[in-house]
């Protein structure tokens, strides 16, 4: 009787080419993906500023139901404004004791997200303690100020709200307030009007 001994086939490891077409073809998803996973995370900031800058106005328009004036009205001389949602605009909206003057019954007209990062970095969302407040929007601008919403308030009751001339010089009607925010780039006028988010159809 012959013993008769089977080899396994040699087990050999993937050549250059084959590697290289592999490098290859994740290289092109990653190509593909990634501006994919850039325009999804666009979007969903702009989805958030947007929501932010609707909230904006519905709480200016409560405000003004409550105590018929707007937020830092009684500090206005009567036209319409342009403010920034800094410590100086944002506790009357908040019901915080600095702005009682403002806000006597201290109620809260302004609920957002609570802001991510820390101090000067800060993104996203609502900075909070008890006697400051400010919003910011969910790009990480360079300048913190530049990452503040812009609210124009119709202070002189005039049925005619001006929309800032860098933003195209319309004139609204039956408005009390819109809300804007600068985006990704942080300025207005423009070309660089096109990635801002409004709160109202703008016409271009």
């Known amino acids: 009787m012959t013993n008769t001994t089977t080899q396994s086939p040699l087990r050999r490891g993937f050549t250059l080419v084959e590697l290289l077409v592999v490098i290859a073809i994740i290289a092109v998803l990653m190509g593909i993906a990634f501006p994919l996973y850039n325009s999804m995370?666009?979007?969903?900031?702009?989805?958030?500023?947007?929501?932010?800058?609707?909230?904006?106005?519905?709480?200016?328009?409560?405000?003004?139901?409550?105590?018929?004036?707007?937020p830092m009205a009684l500090n206005n001389n009567a036209q319409d404004n342009e403010e920034t949602t800094n410590n100086r605009f944002m506790p009357a909206l908040l019901g915080l004791r600095v702005a009682i003057d403002e806000n006597p019954n201290m109620l809260v007209f302004f609920k957002?997200?609570?802001?991510?990062?820390?101090?000067?970095?800060?993104?996203?969302?609502?900075?909070?303690?008890?006697?400051?407040?400010e919003l910011v929007g969910p790009w990480k601008n360079k300048e913190k100020n530049d990452r503040h919403y812009r609210v124009v308030l119709n202070y002189d009751n005039d049925n005619q709200l001006f929309v800032p001339n860098a933003l195209g010089s319309e004139t609204l009607f039956d408005r009390r307030a819109i809300a804007y925010h600068m985006g990704k780039d942080g300025k207005v006028g423009g070309e660089y009007n096109d990635d801002n988010v409004y709160s109202w159809n703008k016409s271009d």
């Not at 702009?46 to 800058?53: G, L």
Request: net charge negative; glycine share 6%; charged share 25%.
């Open 41 to 70: 995370t666009e979007s969903a900031k702009k989805t958030s500023a947007n929501s932010a800058a609707t909230n904006l106005v519905l709480a200016c328009d409560n405000f003004y139901e409550k105590y018929q004036y707007l």
């Open 112 to 133: 957002f997200q609570q802001a991510e990062g820390k101090g000067d970095d800060v993104y996203n969302g609502l900075v909070r303690t008890d006697n400051r407040a």
